[in-house]
């Protein structure tokens, strides 16, 4: 069965520091990556996402995401984190049909 | 626009009791998933319908759970004689075309105690 792994289930971070949050998924096919973001009192929203092409994509806010198909990873980054950027972030896995899978999710808090 | 609407925000119930969840998709989405959400947990996938197809039901945990989507859009997920683990948040999300590769709108979720 697919399965996604974050890592650290808690972070925290002054602002200004450098943020990278890792996800390892399990299924060994093609597949199309995701994050997703929550907002305190927000609901869940996409973040970027992987389809094909340049590994390294680019989201809303600065984010960034590589994927590492040989580490089967798709580590989120953001160079300089800013107290905004208080959240929870999932990654997900969509590898066969239309079920996408779900990470545990990292809960992020930048320290002002 | 209006965003997906789920209600009731919260419940709390007894066990044993019937539950039922709404989820109101956004207009025109053909997609429509639900997730449980139980605490410290990721998103655990429940069911998924697009269109007018049969739906992918293989993230039911039990055959306590089922769900309908009426005439492709608003749909209920019933949880009948609830245990005090079906307690999550249990959210709704929709998509514009064929399933995950549309960015899924999520809604704000029901959450469900039973006590």
């Known amino acids: 069965a697919q399965s996604v792994s974050q890592h650290n289930h808690h972070v925290i971070l002054s602002e200004a520091a450098s943020l990278e949050l890792g996800c390892n998924y399990s299924?060994?096919?093609?597949?199309?990556l995701f994050w997703y973001v929550q907002y305190p009192g927000q609901h869940l929203q996409l973040l970027l996402k992987y389809f094909s092409g340049d590994p390294l994509v680019k989201g809303i806010k600065g984010f960034e995401a590589e994927f590492i198909k040989s580490k089967f990873s798709f580590n989120l980054r953001k160079p300089s984190v800013q107290w905004s950027d208080t959240a929870e972030y999932f990654c997900?896995?969509?590898?066969?049909?239309?079920?996408?899978?779900f990470g545990a999710g990292t809960i992020l808090r930048v320290k002002s | 626009g209006a965003g997906v609407s789920q209600s009731p925000s919260n419940k709390v119930t007894e066990k044993g009791k019937d539950v039922e969840l709404r989820c109101d998709p956004i207009s025109g989405h053909t997609a429509l998933y639900w997730y449980r959400q139980s605490l410290g947990q990721g998103l655990e996938f429940l069911i998924y319908?697009?269109?007018?197809?049969?739906?992918?039901k293989s993230g039911l945990p039990s055959d306590r759970f089922s769900a309908e989507r009426t005439g492709g859009s608003v749909s209920t997920l019933t949880i009948q004689r609830t245990q005090q683990e079906d307690s999550a948040v249990y959210l709704c999300?929709?998509?514009?075309?064929?399933?995950?590769?549309?960015?899924?709108?999520f809604g704000n979720g029901t959450r469900l105690t039973v006590t």
């Open positions: 999300a929709s998509s514009m075309g064929q399933g995950a590769l549309s960015p899924l709108h």
């Open positions: 299924y060994g096919g093609t597949v199309n």
């Open positions: 997900a896995v969509n590898a066969r049909g239309n079920k996408l899978v």
């Open positions: 319908f697009q269109g007018n197809s049969a739906p992918d």
